[in-house]
């Protein structure tokens, strides 16, 4: 008995400290927004002080750029940023790198991804998918660094990006067309190639455990260091799961159970890349 009630109170304290977080984070949001856009040196690097005067509201002039590998990843990994920053009145704009065209459904998965952009607010004339012969959706090829780099930074100058987003280096889900594009973005921000106003943040990947805890998720990415967090609520779910449904073509029983339990369906955190000036090799 003694045990059950403990488990019941801690349960329902656990509850509770998860409608904090979600309020608190409603209240900071959008100064969260205005730090990450408001502090930047010639380097590159964002400067961030808790003694600095909260910077007026530039929500208007932040334009967001999120480099994915395949249709599908925008909503899988990223939508509570992308409902976030469009709710927020960002501009979003999508560079998918490839059609997703494993199994041959290039063209359905292309339909695909644009209305799963339509449902999580990216109109389509902001979404571009790639269709190289030298990036195929296949982990098992080396995605170029120079042709990727090449890509991205067009993109970066066309539409005067302010902040890019992609994965982190162990690319969320461990594969390799998404460690590509960490391992791109990296070889611009240190040699110095990103343009001066322009910032790159990594989504943080979590262990397998976390991953799939959904909103229990919540509080534990909230409580640790990041350089922004990002998360939404059961509305918001809802929107994020239509999305997902929109990708029929991949909608396989374990996609299904990633829909019910997987975390990054409510929570991103990032981690803003500051590597250093170096000599980097490319291929």
């Given amino acids: 008995m003694f045990v059950f009630v403990t488990a019941l109170l801690l349960s329902l304290v656990y509850v509770f400290f998860i409608k904090f977080v979600y309020y608190k984070q409603s209240v900071i949001w959008q100064y969260t927004l205005n730090k990450i856009t408001s502090h930047l040196n010639i380097d590159g690097i964002p400067?961030?002080?808790?003694?600095?005067?909260?910077?007026r509201p530039r929500l208007k002039?932040?334009?967001?750029?999120?480099?994915?590998?395949?249709?599908?990843?925008?909503?899988?990994?990223?939508?509570?940023?992308?409902?976030?920053?469009?709710?927020?009145r960002a501009d979003v704009y999508l560079l998918c790198l490839s059609t997703g065209n494993y199994n041959n459904q290039g063209a359905q998965r292309?339909?695909?991804?644009?209305?799963?952009?339509?449902?999580?607010?990216?109109?389509?004339?902001?979404?571009t998918v790639i269709d190289h012969k030298d990036l195929p959706d296949d982990p098992s090829v080396l995605w170029s660094t120079a042709l990727i780099s090449s890509l991205?930074?067009?993109?970066?100058?066309?539409?005067?990006?302010?902040?890019?987003?992609?994965?982190?280096?162990?690319?969320?889900?461990?594969?390799?067309?998404?460690?590509?594009?960490?391992?791109?973005?990296?070889?611009?921000?240190?040699?110095?190639?990103?343009?001066?106003?322009?910032?790159?943040?990594?989504?943080?990947?979590?262990?397998?455990?976390?991953k799939y805890l959904s909103v229990l998720e919540v509080p534990i990415s909230w409580l640790l260091p990041s350089d922004f967090c990002s998360l939404i609520g059961r509305a918001e779910y809802t929107r994020a799961k239509k999305a997902m449904l929109c990708h029929r073509s991949q909608l396989l029983w374990f996609r299904r159970l990633y829909i019910l339990f997987s975390s990054y369906m409510f929570v991103n955190t990032f981690h803003a890349v500051t590597i250093e000036t170096k000599n980097v090799k490319i291929y």
């Fill in 47 to 55: 400067r961030f002080s808790s003694t600095q005067e909260s910077p």
């Fill in 61 to 88: 002039q932040i334009a967001a750029l999120l480099v994915t590998a395949h249709p599908d990843d925008e909503c899988m990994f990223f939508a509570p940023t992308i409902i976030n920053l469009v709710e927020s």
């Fill in 110 to 127: 292309k339909k695909e991804l644009l209305n799963s952009c339509a449902v999580l607010g990216i109109p389509a004339n902001l979404v």
């Fill in 152 to 210: 991205v930074l067009k993109h970066i100058q066309k539409h005067n990006i302010s902040m890019v987003l992609t994965f982190d280096e162990r690319g969320v889900s461990g594969h390799a067309n998404h460690i590509a594009i960490h391992k791109s973005l990296s070889y611009l921000a240190s040699s110095g190639r990103l343009p001066e106003g322009c910032q790159f943040f990594s989504l943080d990947s979590i262990n397998i455990l976390r």
